[in-house]
T-cell receptor, first 114, second 109 residues
Framework: DVKVTQSSRYLVKRTGEKVFLECVQD?????MFWYRQDPGLGLRLIYF???????EKGDIPEGYSVSREKKERFSLILESASTNQTSMYLC?????????????FGEGSRLTVL | AQRVTQPEKLLSVFKGAPVELKCNYS??????LFWYVQYSRQRLQLLLR??SRESIKGFTADLNKGETSFHLKKPFAQEEDSAMYYC???????????FGKGTKLTVNP
């Protein structure tokens, strides 16, 4: 059974704190993604990575950075959390084989910034 | 730019009634289109993709390039179909998948 695991299901942080969201996949997928999910706005791509140490900005990268030191792990970093970053964060991965394959999602990390 | 529009935020039907979730897209090339679903307290998962031309859980979706639509249909809705549905699009060779804003389907008993 394929698995994308997000380390924290729920986090509460204060404005200005540094926040790390971790994501691990066990499918040897090349591509990994971070989305945020907000009611009425759907899923918006923050960053994605197509290989170790490679990253590209998505549609809303401001205020975020990412790290991919190992193929299986993709971290999302909020350098200085703000209240408008309160959201559900979804990690996903996919294989690059045979066109655009299925995206496999984690269960999500609900972040509240006070 | 690629864009996916789901005009209905909420859709409510009765059990046994037909259901259609609308999806329109704007893209000039040959897109690949998908429907993803998120049931309550479950992770987002792929429901179907247009290139597969398959029916999953009784749902079908036909790509209409003339109308730039990819509506999701089911002839007889079931209560277990209640969920959040997202239409998504990618262009050939792209690493990115663009999602619509989602439609919350409620099937009433």
């Amino acid at each position: 059974d394929v698995k994308v695991t997000q380390s924290s299901r729920y986090l509460v942080k204060r404005t200005g704190e540094k926040v790390f969201l971790e994501c691990v996949q066990d499918m040897d997928h090349e591509n990994m993604f971070w989305y945020r999910q907000d009611p009425g706005l759907g899923l918006r791509l923050i960053y994605f990575s197509y290989d170790v140490k490679m990253k590209e900005k998505g549609d809303i990268p401001e205020g975020y950075s990412v790290s991919r030191e190992k193929k299986e792990r993709f971290s999302l970093i909020l350098e200085s959390a703000s209240t408008n970053q309160t959201s559900m964060y979804l990690c996903a991965s996919r294989s690059r084989d045979r066109g655009f394959g299925e995206l496999f999602f984690g269960e999500g990390s609900r972040l509240t910034v006070l | 730019a690629q864009r996916v529009t789901q005009p209905e935020k909420l859709l409510s039907v009765f059990k046994g009634a037909p259901v259609e979730l609308k999806c329109n897209y704007s893209y000039s090339g040959s897109p690949e289109l998908f429907w993803y679903v998120q049931y309550s307290r479950q992770r987002l998962q792929l429901l179907l993709r247009h290139i597969s031309r398959e029916s999953i859980k009784g749902f079908t979706a036909d790509l209409n390039k003339g109308e730039t639509s990819f509506h999701l249909k089911k002839p007889f809705a079931q209560e277990e179909d209640s969920a959040m549905y997202y239409c998504a699009l990618t262009q050939g060779g792209s690493e990115k998948l663009v999602f619509g804003k989602g439609t919350k389907l409620t099937v009433n008993p």
